[in-house]
């Protein structure tokens, strides 16, 4: 069956370092994959979207990685502050028209002084 | 509008009642999509409109669930006969065009959250 997996647990990092979460699937091939942040209470905002063709993917001081080998997605976030808490979604296209996603179940990060 | 907005931002209602939902999409954005989001769970796509038609129902979960979007703007979800297992937060998103256009952003509302008491 299709499945995104991401952290369901938590991740509790220190003000600066680098956070990195995880985005696993199987069954899909998809043609991009995008990186949502959710704060509780909002709906998600769109952050980072790479395509199968592209390995890393940079913005400010996030960075995305697509291994579509491994089926994974990594995404970083450097010089971590406490504003970076969320939670974080990754998505992906099942169908490759844009009429849908598909999300995981996403990972909450939690960065503290 | 400046943002996708959602109405109400909390219902509550007793099993078996019938509810309304309401998304005022971003102005001139023609796709619109309808998602549920359990707690602890990412969004789960319903439905997705292209104008005024429903291009892609294929998440909505039953015969209850019902979407309609009359002049391609507003959107209203319905859902009768509700059950406890409705109560979750109702997402709306809208896009520029919807169309084949790999990784076109959609943008989320703040969502509404239904309770089913």
């Known amino acids: 069956s299709q499945k995104i997996e991401q952290n369901s647990e938590a991740l509790n990092i220190q003000e600066g370092k680098t956070a990195t979460l995880t985005c696993n699937y199987t069954?899909?091939?998809?043609?991009?994959l995008q990186w949502y942040r959710q704060d509780p209470g909002r709906g998600p905002v769109f952050l980072l979207l790479?395509?199968?063709?592209?390995k890393e993917k940079r913005k400010e001081r996030l960075k995305v990685t697509f291994d579509t080998t491994l089926k994974q997605s990594l995404f970083h976030i450097t010089a971590s502050q406490p504003a970076d808490s969320a939670t974080y979604l990754c998505?992906?296209?099942?169908?490759?028209?844009?009429?849908?996603?598909?999300f995981g179940t996403g990972t909450r990060l939690q960065v503290t002084l | 509008g400046a943002g996708v907005s959602q109405t109400p931002s909390n219902k509550v209602t007793e099993k078996g009642k019938y509810v309304e939902l309401r998304c005022d999409p971003i102005?001139?954005?023609?796709?619109l999509y309808w998602y549920r989001q359990s707690l602890g769970q990412g969004p789960e796509f319903l439905i997705y409109?292209?104008?005024?038609?429903?291009?892609?129902d294929s998440g909505l979960p039953n015969d209850r669930f019902f979407a309609v979007r009359p002049e391609g703007s507003v959107s209203t979800l319905k859902i009768q006969r509700t059950e406890r297992g409705d109560s979750a937060v109702y997402l709306c998103?809208?896009?520029?065009?919807?169309?084949?256009?790999?990784?076109?952003?959609?943008?989320f509302g703040p969502g509404t959250r239904l309770l089913v008491l």
């Open positions: 998103a809208s896009s520029l065009t919807g169309l084949t256009n790999p990784g076109e952003t959609q943008y």
């Open positions: 069954n899909y091939s998809p043609a991009y």
């Open positions: 790479i395509r199968e063709n592209e």
């Open positions: 998505a992906l296209d099942p169908t490759g028209t844009a009429s849908k996603l598909t």
């Open positions: 102005s001139g954005h023609t796709a």
């Open positions: 409109f292209q104008g005024t038609g429903a291009a892609d």
